[in-house]
């Protein structure tokens, strides 16, 4: 009996969260920023929700990481996309996400933060290569500027 009620307390919990990014997403436009808007905070935010750590996103430059080993780097605009979809189209989150936070002096980048999303390992440990391919990708964008 106790585990029902647990059940149905925890099933709960998690639909009203999934209803909440749902509202977040009806109304949500993918802006050209490198950095992370107010609406992309609140979204982000209801999406890392079951995470054991928090983070303020704000005014931040992320980069968006998937894949079985975490080395696919994606931009903005895809990971929002992909998440919204799996949302509208399976009624819950991504149950696979998370975020690490980068020494931007000792990875030599110009990320605050990398969010990974589809990454069959739990958590993130970010290669060397991951690393050298985020520091060019810093090295481009500077150089369009």
């Known amino acids: 009996m106790l585990m029902i009620l647990f059940s149905a307390v925890c099933f709960g919990q998690e639909t009203k969260n999934e209803d909440k990014i749902s509202g977040l997403f009806e109304n949500y436009t993918v802006t050209n920023s490198e950095t992370i808007t107010g609406q992309e905070v609140e979204i982000l935010k209801e999406l890392l929700s079951g995470s054991s750590k928090t983070y303020d996103f704000t005014g931040k430059k992320v980069a968006f ?8 780097i994606v931009d903005k605009k895809h990971f929002f996309e992909s998440n919204k979809e799996y949302l509208f189209r399976n009624g819950k ?4 996400i998370g975020f690490v936070e980068v020494n931007k002096k000792q990875w030599n980048t110009c990320y605050d933060v990398i969010v990974y999303y589809w990454v069959k390992i739990p958590g993130l440990i970010p290669t060397k290569s ?6 060019n990708d810093c ?7």
């Open 65 to 72: 990481v998937c894949g079985s080993t975490g080395s696919s």
């Open 93 to 96: 989150k991504i149950s696979n």
């Open 130 to 135: 991951l690393k050298q391919r985020l520091n």
């Open 139 to 145: 090295k481009q964008t500077a150089a369009a500027l």
